[in-house]
């Protein structure tokens, strides 16, 4: 996926985006990082067509998104948002059902043995027939990843993924993250934790007020210097036995007793 | 569909079969089995004139009805995401008798006059409804209904200068066979469609965002959904005149028997709806005979109170958001 010069202001906010443009590399994790305003959600929005850019085109296999229908999209994009609304209880395999509605009819009944893959994928095989308010917070979060895996998408957006998550969780969906990219799916996230972005990801997009500071690997991004400018508040990177670079806020100046 | 849910159909399917009995036997006269059945050798006695012109004719309409309105009730919930949404408490049914009353003023004339202006009035209900931020606001859209209704009732009394309400004049008592098979064509075509589309009831549990994400056009659904509702509503009203909380009472009990999948709900709603209907109307020509009650009285006597214990007890599912 590609954004060139896509701008987008939201009516009467001086919060959105201006004149982005970067490419984020197939097959690899993705993640946008920046401080809260900086744009990362509204990128997203964007990416996944929920938003359309007032300037600039967002590309698809070199296609701007306005040329595929919406079905094509669903083909091709899925999103993990930060936060699911349910009206109504469905069971966990109606849920992932939902996801293979870009291959059928509207009025199709899907079959139950063609979303047995994403269940498994996503560890909840046995909780098939389970309500789905009866799930724990990160059974849930695995339900929604596995409808989206179920669009058999080329490309996984994913918004605050790990918010609701406890730390057991999160590691887990990272790792899966990591694997579905290793296997070709590119991945492109929003995270708020700094660090866990730089230990999943293999790309980084660094935002600052709507606008695109840098791009690039972990180890290029890993700046204090860069980070404390972005963040806009004094930053250091320690050296953590057994877990390497870490990047930690260290109190300003005139806070230091 | 599970074991359970196949008993609850087996159940209502052997009470709708008995209450069809018992409501040929019972009236003013009792026809007993072997009356009955010696009736129908006879197509000139007194006994069959009773059971095909009056009794039949009445039941089946009462059956259409029930179904009709329990299927709309559970398609508008579907819709506004709302366990008490029904088109008889957002005031669709009374705008539908309402401009059903002003056509018989006004335009006499006009073929198909009823149901023409029944449409009418329930789509302008569902109009004003569907505008402004009650689509967003379950609390404001129950309150916009219901201010709707009383506004609509209002109207209709006012241009009936103040004779007979709506719930009291809504009745089986003179329905005829041209009513019933009008009602049976415009009902069974309504209810083949709203079980054809049933997984589309499905589909608004997820949010509108969600939707777009795997290419369901949301906006075709909700209104091809809510219009289908309508048009059930309104034929019912068109011909017998608004029925309230069938919509509510049957689908909410419905959830308890079969669960939330619409496509188990709207069937067994429908048979449930029709057997509601049709027991409601048989008590209400029996207990006080000759005289009657109405069904529409019948129904809010065990409409409303159901709708205050589900409110007051805060039952069932009313959607959970997830991280």
Same mark, same amino acid.
């Given at each position: 996926m590609e954004l060139q010069q896509v701008s987008y202001q939201y009516p009467g906010q001086a919060a959105g985006v201006t004149a982005l443009?970067?490419?984020f590399p197939a097959g690899?994790?993705?993640?946008?990082?920046?401080?809260?305003?900086?744009?990362?959600?509204?990128?997203?929005?964007?990416?996944?067509?929920?938003?359309?850019?007032q300037q600039g085109t967002v590309l698809l296999n070199q296609h701007p998104l306005d040329r595929y229908a919406p079905k094509q999209l669903a083909q091709r994009i899925a999103v993990v948002s930060q936060r699911h609304a349910l009206y109504d209880d469905m069971t966990v395999a109606a849920v992932v059902k939902?996801?293979?509605?870009?291959y059928h009819g509207l009025l199709a009944t899907v079959p139950d043995d063609e979303v047995a893959t994403y269940l498994g994928q996503t560890q909840l095989t046995d909780l098939a027939a389970e309500h789905l308010q009866n799930l724990s917070g990160g059974q849930q979060q695995r339900v929604w990843l596995a409808m989206a895996l179920a669009q058999e998408p080329q490309v996984l957006l994913l918004d605050e993924p790990t918010t609701y998550l406890d730390v057991h969780y999160q590691r887990a969906l990272m790792t899966q993250l990591q694997q579905l990219a290793a296997a070709g799916l590119t991945v492109i996230q929003v995270l708020h934790d700094i660090n866990q972005a730089f230990a999943v990801s293999d790309w980084l997009w660094l935002l600052q007020a709507g606008r695109l500071v840098t791009t690039g690997t972990p180890a290029q991004l890993r700046d204090a210097d860069l980070l404390a400018r972005t963040f806009q508040t004094p930053i250091?990177?320690?050296?953590?036995?057994?877990?390497?670079?870490?990047i930690v806020q260290v109190p300003e100046e005139n806070d230091r007793g | 569909m599970t074991k359970h849910a196949g008993w609850w159909f087996g159940g209502v399917l052997v009470l709708l079969v008995l209450t069809m009995g018992l409501a040929l036997m019972v009236g003013t006269t009792w026809i007993g089995p072997q009356r009955l059945i010696a009736a129908l050798g006879q197509s000139s006695s007194r006994d069959f004139v009773t059971v095909f012109n009056l009794r039949l004719p009445r039941i089946i309409s009462s059956l259409v009805c029930g179904g009709s309105l329990a299927v709309a009730g559970a398609l508008f919930q579907a819709v506004f995401r709302n366990p008490i949404a029904d088109p008889s408490i957002l005031g669709i049914s009374s705008a539908a008798d309402f401009f059903k009353l002003?056509?018989? !003023?006004?335009?006499?004339? !006009?073929?198909?006059?009823?149901?023409? !202006?029944?449409?009418?009035?329930?789509?302008?209900?569902?109009?004003i409804l569907t505008r402004g931020k009650a689509l967003r606001d379950p609390y404001r859209l129950i309150i916009i209904g219901v201010a709707l209704d009383a506004t609509f009732v209002g109207l209709s009394r006012l241009v009936s200068s103040g004779q007979t309400t709506q719930v009291m004049a809504s009745t089986f008592n003179a329905v005829t066979w041209s009513d019933t098979l009008g009602l049976l064509i415009l009902g069974?075509?309504?209810?083949?469609?709203? !079980?054809?589309?049933?997984?589309?009831?499905?589909?608004?549990?997820?949010?509108d965002t969600a939707l777009q994400t795997i290419g369901v056009p949301v906006s075709m659904i909700r209104w091809s959904l809510l219009l289908l509702g309508t048009y059930l509503a309104v034929s019912v009203t068109a011909i017998v005149g608004a029925i309230p909380f069938v919509g509510i009472v049957i689908p909410n009990l419905a959830r308890r028997c079969v669960g939330h999948d619409y496509q188990a709900l709207l069937p067994f709603s429908m048979l449930a709806g029709a057997w509601l209907m049709l027991a409601a109307d048989t008590l209400g020509r029996t207990v006080i005979v000759p005289s009657e009650i109405s069904a529409a009285t019948m129904m809010a006597v065990i409409g409303g109170p159901f709708v205050i214990?589900?409110?007051?007890?805060?039952?069932?599912?009313?959607?959970?958001?997830?991280?």
């Open positions: 443009s970067g490419k690899r994790v993705t993640t946008i990082i920046g401080p809260n305003g900086a744009g990362k959600s509204t990128v997203l929005n964007l990416l996944a067509r929920q938003l359309v850019p939902m996801g293979r509605l870009p250091e990177i320690v050296d953590v036995p057994r877990l390497g670079p870490y | 002003g056509g018989a !003023l006004l335009l006499p004339w !006009l073929p198909g006059r009823n149901w023409l !202006l029944s449409l009418v009035g329930g789509l302008v209900a569902l109009w069974l075509c309504g209810l083949l469609t709203a !079980l054809l589309l049933a997984p589309w009831a499905n589909y608004l549990k997820l949010a214990i589900l409110l007051q007890r805060g039952r069932g599912f009313h959607g959970i958001t997830t991280g």
